[in-house]
């Protein structure tokens, strides 16, 4: 059997870490379980949730470039529905936050806001650095030559 990312598998905890657990693979292979990756709950010992020779059903979440696997122990059940909270639900009068009935501007169906691209290699970040940075100091030379020693910058 041939073990490729998203396979769920059934192994045994081999050892555990402050970090997470190793879990015994068929074939003789072996991943390791991120504290990250054991519960969807937060997880402070590892030894709270697993203990040596425990039989788990993981799932692979990746294999590395030096064939170390990655599992999961959580991405094999879907996650539990959140109760919800105090307050949550539907608003009857009075309480809570105010709706946004009536005014206020809307946006239109489907637009999704998407920031500025990032520049992604190094001249592109230092070529947007230096024009940053030329602009600032104009800035500057312009409000010295005017007397902006002063606070305000302008005459009174």
Known sequence: MELGVGAIVD??????????????LPEGRSGLVHIS???????????DHLHEGQEVKVKVIGIDQANRINLSIKQVEPPPRRAPRQGDGPRQGGGGRPSRQGGGAQRPMGFVHQPPKEPTDFED??????????SKLSELRYIEKKGGNRRGGGRR
């Open 125 to 134: 970040r230092l070529k947007q650095f230096m024009q940053s940075s030329d």
């Open 11 to 24: 192994g045994k905890v081999t050892g555990i870490t402050k970090f997470g657990a190793f879990v015994a």
């Open 37 to 47: 990756e054991i519960a969807y709950s937060y997880v402070n010992e590892v030894s």
